[in-house]
Each structure stands twice: as structure tokens, then as C-alpha cells.
């Protein structure tokens, strides 16, 4: 297995970046990530007043990949997620949905332990790891690492866990791939701005798909099949999420527009990953039961 320690970090997902690491495609990188507090917060007494905010969700690499070419994609495997001791989680003024309530930071400094975060000696809570900004480089200007977009970014995803795949258009030969801002745990919608941020590794495999051409990411894992779309709203990022699934499903089967929109509405999720960042992601997720039926394959 190849490792790829955090020396090099990126805070936006860039084209013209050098990369961190080459490597051949099917090979599988452990990735050593910061949390998205660039790992400044170590106890509850440390300040976000205090922190430098220009080191602010930071993503390792950026990774070139032989074989990934523009106008192809990057399938993304993650096979495992480990984490240090530690999370954290904040909110404050102005900050997620809840913003206009407060007047200052609130931080809460937990410990991992098992299975469970250990908030207080009275609450702990069950992990879903997961990873909040993975991506590749766009074609046009840098997306900062805290926005996501079509090259993914900050999508703040909880269905992104072990067992899922992913994949992303790629813009620029290599894909310049990238992930960091790792969480222990967190609710659809991360509505207080923040998961369980937490610092740790990220095992992936990443394979070059040059014949497949992409407009948004997709995510695969187990028993569903999903879009994934950001934009300014909630309900522009869904209506992308469901179109782009439409016509995944409708150019790759013999089902009608017709038949899939029912089909869609029967059986399909559409689901809320964050709701705080400057663009809003939804994924729409499809059992994988129902397309399998339809004959569906990437």
C-alpha cells in the first residue's frame, strides 16, 4: 500500500497545483488527513477566535493518477477511515442554519473511544465515519476546499463511509485527486456547520475511467446507486440530482422518461448532505435492486 503523509496539504482544488503523489491506476493510497480546523483546536480551552482561519479545511495531495484523462472519470473506493483520539465540533454566529442564534463560538471537545464519541459523562454517541471533501481539480478557476461543485469538494456527504465508490468527471489529466475534513459523525444537513471534525487516515483505491463521461459525481455502495449535485439552493442542487439520474438511467436502459419518473418516485431518496456551505448538495439515491432489473450498468 502506498502512503501519502499531510507535509502537503491544498486549500483549493486547483489544476495548476504540482502534484503530491503520482501513482499508477488501481493502486490503493492511505492518506494521512487534517481535520478542518487544520488540527489547531487540541482541548475545549482553545479558542476558534484564536485559530489562523487561512489554514482551514485543508485536503491532502493533490494525487495524479496515470491514466485519468479529461473527459474521463475517477472511480474512487474507499476501503478504510481511522481516526486519532479526538473530535470536535462547533458552531457560532452566523454560522449554519442556526446562525442568527448565537453571538459567539461554542465548541465541544469529544474523545473517541470503540465505536462511540465520547462527548460528555453523559452523552456519547455512535460513529459514521465519513469524509467531507473529496474531489479532483475543476477545469476552470480553483474551487476553495470548503465549496463543493461538479468536481465534488466539500460535499459534506455522509453516504461517503467504507464501502462506497465514487466518481468524479475529470477535468485535467491525472484528476489531481484530493480528501480531508474527515468526520466521526454527522447528521444529514450539518445543520450547526460543523460534523465530528476529526483528524485521521483515508484509505482509497482509485481507478482511471477514461471512456466514462460525467457532468456531476455518482457514489455507489452496497444496495443503492446515487447523484450527487450542488448548487446555490437546496432545491436546485435536488432538481439536478434527480435530472442527472434520469438520464443516467434512461441512456443506459431501455426505460422510457416516463417509466423512470415513476419509477424514481416509488423507490428514489432524495436526501439532504449539507445545507450551511456557499453552494447546498443533495445526493438522490436508487436502489440498486430496481436497476438491476432495468439493466442498468455504468
Not at 438491476?292 to 455504468?298: A, E, H, N, S, T
Request: charged share 20%.
Amino acid at each position: 500500500m502506498i502512503e501519502l503523509g499531510n507535509e502537503r496539504v491544498m486549500y483549493a482544488f486547483d489544476k495548476s497545483l504540482e502534484a503530491a503523489l503520482t501513482v499508477e491506476s488501481g493502486d490503493t493510497v492511505r492518506i494521512r488527513t487534517s481535520d478542518c480546523f487544520g488540527d489547531q483546536v487540541k482541548s475545549q480551552a482553545d479558542a476558534l477566535d484564536a485559530i489562523d482561519w487561512d489554514r482551514i479545511n485543508p485536503a491532502t495531495g493533490p494525487v495524479y493518477v496515470n491514466g485519468a484523462v479529461a473527459g474521463g472519470a475517477l472511480k474512487v473506493r474507499i476501503d478504510a477511515i481511522e481516526f486519532d483520539g479526538c473530535a470536535v465540533a462547533a458552531t457560532g454566529k452566523d454560522e449554519g442554519v442556526l446562525g442568527d442564534r448565537f453571538d459567539d463560538w461554542s465548541t465541544m471537545f469529544g474523545t473517541i473511544e470503540g465505536d462511540r464519541l465520547v462527548f460528555s459523562d453523559k452523552l456519547s454517541l455512535p460513529l459514521n465515519p465519513m469524509i467531507g471533501v473529496i474531489g479532483v481539480a475543476p477545469a476552470g478557476a480553483p474551487v476553495n476546499c470548503g465549496t463543493p461543485g461538479s468536481h465534488g469538494g466539500n460535499m459534506d456527504n455522509k453516504a461517503v463511509t467504507v464501502g462506497a465508490t465514487l466518481y468524479f468527471p475529470v477535468a485535467v489529466d491525472g484528476a489531481l485527486f484530493g480528501c480531508g475534513d474527515m468526520h466521526a459523525c454527522m447528521g444529514d444537513g450539518e445543520i450547526g456547520v460543523s460534523g465530528a471534525e476529526a483528524a485521521g487516515h483515508a484509505t482509497v483505491t482509485l481507478t482511471a475511467l477514461p471512456d466514462l463521461s460525467l457532468e456531476n459525481p455518482l457514489i455507489e455502495n452496497e444496495t443503492h446507486f446515487g447523484t450527487i449535485a450542488s448548487a446555490d439552493t437546496l432545491d436546485e442542487a435536488a432538481d439536478r440530482a434527480v435530472h442527472d439520474m434520469l438520464d443516467l438511467v434512461c441512456s443506459r436502459t431501455e426505460a422510457t422518461e416516463a417509466e423512470a419518473a415513476m419509477l424514481f418516485s416509488l423507490q428514489g431518496d432524495v436526501q439532504v448532505c449539507q445545507m450551511v456551505d456557499p453552494q447546498k448538495t443533495v445526493r438522490f439515491m436508487m436502489p440498486k435492486e430496481v436497476l438491476d432489473v432495468l439493466g442498468f450498468k455504468l
